[in-house]
C-alpha cells in the first residue's frame, strides 16, 4: 500500500491523496451543472407564473415633486392592460392605486396633484366594482377641496354612476342633475366632458310614438 493512501470498502479499494481529489473534483463537475440546470428549471417556472397571473413585484420610486410623480402614476396606468376577470383587474387596478398613492404620501399638500391623484385612486376603486368606497373618497375630495371644479364635476359623475350600478337611480339622478346645473357654462373642455356623460343619464330624450293609421 502507498504512504498516506486510505482503504475503504468491503474489498479494500485504496485511494491515494491525489485520487481522492480528483474523485471529488469530477464528482462537483457533474455536480454543478445538475444543480444549474434544477435552478434556472425553478426560475423558469416561476417566471412562467408570474407572467401568466401577473404577480411581479412593482416598485415605484420617489420623485422630486408632485408633478413628476402623478405623471409617473399616469404613464402606470395607461401602461396598464386591465382585462374582465375580476381578480387580475383587482389585481393590477390595486396596483394603479399604490403608485397614486404615492402622490399622496409624499407630496400630501399640494393643491394640484394630490387632489387629482385621490380623484383617479376613487376611479380605480369605481372600476374594481366597489362602489360604497368610491363615493366615499369622492365625497371627501369634494370636502377638502371645494375650489376644484374639475375634480367637483368627475365626482359628481363617478357617485352618479357608481348609484346608478347600485340600483340608486333616484339619488344617482340629483347628482347628474348637480353636475349639469353647476358646470353647464363652463369652458374646460375636461369639465364639459362629465357633463355631456351626465347630461346623457339625467335627460333621456322621448323617442315619440307613431299614431295608427285610420
Known amino acids: 500500500m502507498k504512504t498516506g493512501s ?53 416598485v415605484f420610486g420617489r420623485r422630486d415633486s408632485a408633478r413628476d410623480q402623478y405623471y409617473d402614476a399616469v404613464k402606470f396606468n395607461e401602461a396598464t392592460l386591465v382585462p374582465r376577470e375580476p381578480k387580475i383587474r383587482d389585481m393590477r387596478l390595486r396596483r394603479v392605486i399604490a403608485a397614486y398613492q404615492m402622490v399622496l404620501d409624499h407630496f400630501p399638500d399640494d393643491p394640484l396633484y394630490t387632489p387629482l391623484a385621490w380623484a383617479s385612486i376613487g376611479n380605480c376603486y369605481s372600476r374594481m366594482e366597489e362602489y360604497r368606497r368610491a363615493i366615499r373618497i369622492f365625497k371627501e375630495i369634494e370636502e377638502r377641496y371645494p375650489n376644484y371644479p374639475f375634480v367637483h364635476a368627475e ?34 373642455d375636461q369639465i364639459k366632458f362629465y357633463v355631456a356623460l351626465c347630461e346623457q343619464r339625467y335627460l333621456h330624450p322621448t323617442i315619440p310614438t307613431r299614431r295608427p293609421k285610420r
Open 155 to 188: 365626482a359628481e359623475w363617478i357617485i352618479g354612476s357608481s348609484l346608478d350600478k347600485m340600483g340608486k337611480s333616484a339619488e344617482a339622478k340629483r347628482h347628474y342633475r348637480r353636475c349639469v346645473d353647476t358646470f353647464r357654462h363652463s369652458e374646460n
Open 6 to 58: 486510505t482503504c475503504v470498502g468491503r474489498y479494500g479499494i485504496c485511494f491515494s491523496p491525489t485520487s481522492r481529489l480528483s474523485l471529488l473534483t469530477s464528482e462537483v463537475r457533474w455536480v454543478r451543472p445538475v444543480i444549474a440546470v434544477i435552478l434556472l428549471g425553478a426560475v423558469a417556472m416561476g417566471c412562467a407564473r408570474l407572467k401568466r397571473s401577473g404577480e411581479s413585484d412593482v
